[in-house]
């Protein structure tokens, strides 16, 4: 059976890390190599890195991921302001394993083929935005200023159609609340697609994973229990391996 990942989510802002809520309201936690390290000492499966204002800037800091991606021991994913394959190769040249693509595919479809027919699906993760709207699920993008009229699931399902090898499933109202992953829309696309689903906004305790991962997510990802909780790595997978998950311990 597959290990279950425990994987930390480092927004990049300049280079710093920051943490938002909601989508916004963006709080330093620290400084980006320092974290980078401090994660690839204890016990991380893989890591998250997105440069949050990249998309907006067009302008993708080749230099600083290379420093960041030279201290990550584990699988590194990288997103934020991928706009094209010139831009995904930027980002696998600079030391990512997989690219993160998000607001570029609302505007061209045609970039998650293009980069997948290139690289492989396994390398390209869709970082599915999402935004409950009267009970409804609905994909956002551009840092969920923009909400789509298309459903999460029909979005899943044409990602994965179109060449992504993962889904990195993010709750904008649950992001950085830490009162639990939105386990109706981990079920919901999990159940329709056939990749791997990274559930992502809200964690905020340890058994908030094992109720997302008996929801459908494959994987977990968080940022806010490990910078204002305090919890670990270490003791959130001991916990998990103490109902049963399957989890990398050594």
Known sequence: ????????????????????VQFDDARMVGDSITNVKVFSSRMADEMV???????KSGRINEDLIKRLAAQCVMPLSVGGGVRSVEDADRLFRSGADKVVINSAFYSDPSLIEKVSKKYGRQAVV?????????????AA????????????????QKVVSMGVGEILLNSVDNDGKMNGY?????????????VPIVAAGGCGSKEDCVKAINS?????????????????????KKHMSEQGLPMRLI
Do not use: C
Request: charged letters at 20%; aromatic letters at 8%; proline letters at 1%.
């Open 141 to 156: 993008s551009q840092s969920a200023n923009i909400v789509h009229d298309v459903g999460a699931v029909e979005t899943a």
């Open 216 to 236: 459908g997510a494959t994987a977990i990802a968080a940022g806010s229990i490990f910078y204002w909780i305090g919890e670990s790595i270490i003791t959130i």
């Open 1 to 20: 059976m597959l290990k279950i990942r425990i994987i930390p989510i480092l927004l990049v802002r300049g280079s710093s890390i920051v943490k938002t």
């Open 182 to 194: 939105d386990l109706g829309l981990i079920k919901s696309v999990s159940q329709s697609v056939d």
């Open 126 to 138: 869709f970082s599915l935005d999402v935004k409950k709207e009267n009970s409804v699920y609905y």
């Open 49 to 55: 890195i997105v440069d949050i204002d990249a998309y």
